[in-house]
């Protein structure tokens, strides 16, 4: 059965480009993604870990720890490391799992048959410091996914895991989030001093509430 939301993430001991790593020890407290990519010396797959390490600091600000796999075993990962810095101009320092056996492949459900046997798809979750699992995705071989929206569902899961709001349809941070149908309007004007805009009774906006 695959992974759902709300589930817990599990743990896996793997041996990654930067070492030994214990999942859960490498995300600490903070948020993580971990993603999955069919394979290594490809050029689909080489734009999105370049696009990945390119976005270190925003991974960083945001506390997320981020974490690549694929079923190819470590040589090759160091091998097409460097290529990935020569053509990206960027340097990959993340951990990319050798993940030979397809153990956390498995654990995952990153490998889906009717798509290939052998190589794990465009599989990706964003977990939450209580390691459970807040979005998972699931792209293509022929598709590179969108890293910058990968962040921008971080801000939303981050915001909202800490207000009473929701962000609407293409949200992005520092714009008008949505008041939860849970909170009355007469609550939300009290909880939310920067106003609350009425359009109907179920679509109220308040101001981003965590930025001055
Ligand atoms: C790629 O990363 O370019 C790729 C990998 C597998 C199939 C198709 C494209």
Redesign the pocket.
Known sequence: MSLRLGDIAPNFKVMTTEGEIDFYEYLGDGWGVLFS???DY????TTELGKTALLKMEFGIRNVKVLALSVDPLDKHMGWRNDINETQHCTVDFPIIADVDKVVANLYGMIHPNASETFTVRSLFIIGPDKKIKLTLTYP??TGRNFVEVLRVIDSLQLTAVYSVATPADWKHGEDVIVVPAVSTEDAMKKFDKGVKVIKPYLRYTPQPNID
């Open positions: 990519h069919p394979a490809t050029p689909v797959c071989a022929s």
